[in-house]
């Protein structure tokens, strides 16, 4: 098919038809508790649970005592105190680079807070619908399903089963070539989609029931069997109760889903996005070998130097002398501006791009690319609208800012004192030896340094619970997946014998 005749743009709210059904709920937005307050940097009791729990800890503050629990207060003071000693116009801070990752890093939180105002704030399941799904989500199903290429093939298989009375397993068994089916069970607590949600647990399903077909990521259709289930039978209050709360959750998510998707097709209402072919075209010839030379590091390929700079994967030294050619060609015009190529790997530094699909041959590449340049475009437009209503300033978007902010200048200055000191070893591989010869001492005198602007509110702190358990969080469907940065290797401190207990009103 030759590019030229190919339709060259779309209206972005029709582009949006399908997309939200991926949308999560976000955390519940509790007041944010102060643990500790070093100057005018604080630390939140929930941010400290966070960093604590959703990133790997070093073996030195992996438990759940006490000591450990110091030593993860002291360390999270400890990034703070480098943020701090660091100063406003160190050399990260005034890299352009570092500055759009921090803005796109706000302006996600920014775009979830919009979410959950706009739209998960103001909904709230029906009683009765409530009622009629608590029914159901004490089953489990067993499923058999198939994997069918495409439409005429769906077709076919539901013409033998229709018409011609040929049942699941004959048909499954022949087009497998095996006399074993593929099954699996379905679970209200699984992560389903709002379209697997529906289909198991609006309304009551019969034995042998047959669901489908169901349209997956790769274009590919699934037919399913209902095979049988099992009711998980709940008595006690608190098992009822907490049953209950899912069963609204996942109704108000719903709800908030489709109310968030109307309200930003109203806020994309007319604009327009324009290709240019040429340019487009030879962009991709560009990017997608990167993209599909594995399925395993074909994210991380991009992310390296186009996307952004969370993962590090070399690629091929020919990108630069490739891209430099088309950085002042027009790339697309958005509602009559346009935009070079150039404008739209500045854009990235604040906004990596996110591809609907996970898996997709490279014929599709065009397509997809296409799509995840829209969503771009349309987050700018809600971070329009976000920063009109002041999200920007909402604490928990301030704070999650600075969170990031602080623990990249503080990396960054931590290694700037270590070449200063003198170390010059790998810190990956001997960051035990750093610590005990050089950031104990440093992170000593600087608690001193900064003694006076250094408050704890003991009281919170010794109600925190933690595990011992290694975790590593990562959101979906967003430019920045990774929830909270890594933890601060920087101490081993046991003691908090600095700075005054918070007085708490």
Same mark, same amino acid.
């Given at each position: 098919m030759r590019r030229e005749g190919r339709k060259a743009y779309a209206l972005l709210s029709v582009i949006l038809v399908g997309l939200f059904s991926c949308v999560k709920k976000p955390s519940e937005i509790p007041p944010e508790e102060i643990l500790a307050r070093i100057g005018d940097k604080t630390i939140s009791v929930d941010e400290f649970i966070r960093r604590a729990e959703y990133t790997i800890r070093p073996a030195y503050c992996k438990q759940d005592n006490y000591i450990h629990k110091k030593i993860i207060l002291n360390s999270l003071i400890a990034e703070k105190l480098l943020a701090l000693e660091a100063g406003l116009e160190n050399g990260l801070v005034k890299n352009e680079e570092f500055r759009n990752y921090i803005r796109g890093r706000k302006e996600q939180a920014m775009r979830q807070y919009f979410y959950y105002d706009r739209a998960y704030n103001k909904v709230e399941p029906d009683t009765a619908d409530l009622k009629g799904i608590y029914k159901l989500v004490g089953r489990s199903y067993k499923i058999q399903y198939l994997r069918l290429p495409d439409e005429n093939s769906v077709a076919a298989f539901l013409k $033998?089963?229709?018409?011609? @009375?040929?049942? *699941?397993?004959?048909?499954?068994?022949?087009?497998?070539?095996?006399?074993?089916?593929? %099954?699996?069970?379905? /679970? *209200?607590?699984?992560?389903?989609s709002n379209e697997f949600f529906d289909i198991f647990y609006s309304k009551p399903l019969e034995k042998d029931q047959l669901i489908g077909p169901v349209k997956n990521e790769d274009n590919s259709y699934l037919i399913m069997? !209902?095979? @049988? #289930?099992?009711?998980?039978?709940i008595i006690s209050d608190k098992e009822i109760k907490k049953r209950w709360n899912d069963v609204r959750d996942k109704l108000k998510n719903i709800a908030a889903n489709h109310l968030y998707a109307r309200q930003v097709s109203e806020l994309m209402k007319g604009r327009r996005l324009k290709f240019n072919e040429d340019t487009f075209y030879q962009l991709t010839d560009i990017l997608a070998p990167l993209y599909m030379k594995s399925m395993q590091d074909?994210?991380?390929?991009?992310?390296?130097?186009? #996307?952004?700079?969370? $993962?590090? =994967?070399?690629?091929?030294?020919?990108?630069?002398?490739?891209?430099?050619?088309?950085?002042?060609?027009?790339?697309?015009? $958005? /509602?009559? !501006? =346009? #935009?070079?190529?150039?404008?739209?790997?500045?854009?990235?530094?604040?906004?990596?791009? !996110?591809?609907?699909?996970?898996?997709?041959?490279?014929?599709?590449?065009p397509e997809q690319f296409k799509l995840?340049?829209?969503? $771009? =475009?349309? /987050?700018?437009?809600? /971070?329009? %609208?976000a920063y009109k209503s002041g999200y920007d300033k909402v604490t928990s978007v301030k704070n999650y800012e600075n969170m990031w902010n602080d623990n990249l200048v503080s990396i960054y200055w931590r290694n700037e004192y270590l070449n200063r000191a003198g170390f010059q070893e790998n810190f990956g591989n001997n960051y035990m030896k750093a610590i005990e010869?050089?950031?104990?001492?440093?992170?000593d005198s600087l608690q001193q340094k900064y003694n006076d602007l250094i408050e704890i509110n003991?009281?919170?702190?010794?109600?925190?619970?933690?595990?011992?358990i290694d975790m590593f969080v990562l959101q979906r469907n967003v430019p920045y997946p990774i929830v909270v940065p890594g933890f601060p290797v920087l101490t081993t401190d046991n003691k908090l014998d600095y700075g005054r207990k918070m007085e708490v009103k």
């Open positions: $033998l089963y229709n018409q011609d @009375g040929i049942s *699941f397993d004959s048909l499954a068994i022949d087009l497998l070539g095996d006399s074993i089916i593929p %099954e699996r069970q379905i /679970n *209200f607590d699984d992560d389903l069997k !209902v095979a @049988g #289930w099992k009711t998980s039978i074909k994210k991380e390929a991009l992310n390296q130097k186009f #996307w952004g700079k969370e $993962l590090e =994967v070399d690629l091929d030294t020919s990108y630069d002398q490739s891209i430099e050619s088309l950085r002042q060609k027009q790339l697309f015009t $958005l /509602n009559g !501006v =346009v #935009w070079t190529v150039g404008d739209f790997e500045k854009a990235l530094q604040s906004h990596p791009l !996110v591809f609907r699909k996970r898996q997709f041959s490279r014929e599709e590449f995840a340049i829209a969503d $771009l =475009v349309r /987050n700018r437009y809600i /971070n329009q %609208e010869n050089y950031l104990n001492p440093y992170i003991i009281d919170a702190f010794e109600k925190i619970e933690l595990t011992n």
